[in-house]
Nanobody, 125 residues
Framework: QLQLVESGGGLVQPGGSLGLSCTAS????????ISWFRQAPGKEREGASC????????KYTDSVQGRFTISRDNAKNTVYLQMNSLKPEDSAVYYC??????????????????WGQGTQVTVSS
C-alpha cells in the first residue's frame, strides 16, 4: 500500500520543541518534493514548509521561519520537521504531502500525490 505515515506529535508547553517524521511506505520519496501542511480547527489547511526532492531547497511560511527546520534522509525514506520555540498558534493537525514535482512549491492540496493521515500538535501550558 502506498502511503505516508506521520509521527511525533503531542502536547508541549509554549517555548518547547517537537520533532515530526514522515515516512513513506510502498514507494520511495527521493523523486518527490515534500511539504508539511497544518490545519487548525475552523481554519484552512496551510503550507508550513517544503523541501525539494534533492533536499537542496527549503521554504517556510513567514509564521514559522526561523523556528521550524525541514530536512530529509532519502536513505531512510523519511522527511523531518523540527519545531522549536513553539507557540499556542502552532497548535494544529500536521500533515505531510508528496508531490511528483521535484522542486519545492506550495500548491493546492488536491494536486499532491500522497498525503499522510496527520498528527496532532498541541502547544499549551
Amino acid at each position: 500500500q502506498l502511503q505516508l505515515v506521520e509521527s511525533g506529535g503531542g502536547l508541549v508547553q509554549p517555548g518547547g520543541s517537537l520533532g515530526l517524521s514522515c515516512t513513506a511506505s510502498g514507494f520511495t520519496l527521493d523523486n518527490y518534493s515534500i511539504s508539511w501542511f497544518r490545519q487548525a480547527p475552523g481554519k484552512e489547511r496551510e503550507g508550513a514548509s517544503c523541501i525539494s526532492a534533492s533536499g537542496a531547497t527549503t521554504k517556510y511560511t513567514d509564521s514559522v521561519q526561523g523556528r521550524f527546520t525541514i530536512s530529509r534522509d532519502n536513505a531512510k525514506n523519511t522527511v523531518y520537521l523540527q519545531m522549536n520555540s513553539l507557540k499556542p498558534e502552532d497548535s494544529a493537525v500536521y500533515y505531510c504531502a508528496a508531490h511528483s514535482f521535484r522542486l519545492c512549491v506550495f500548491v493546492q492540496p488536491e494536486n499532491y500525490d500522497y498525503w499522510g493521515q496527520g498528527t496532532q500538535v498541541t502547544v499549551s501550558s
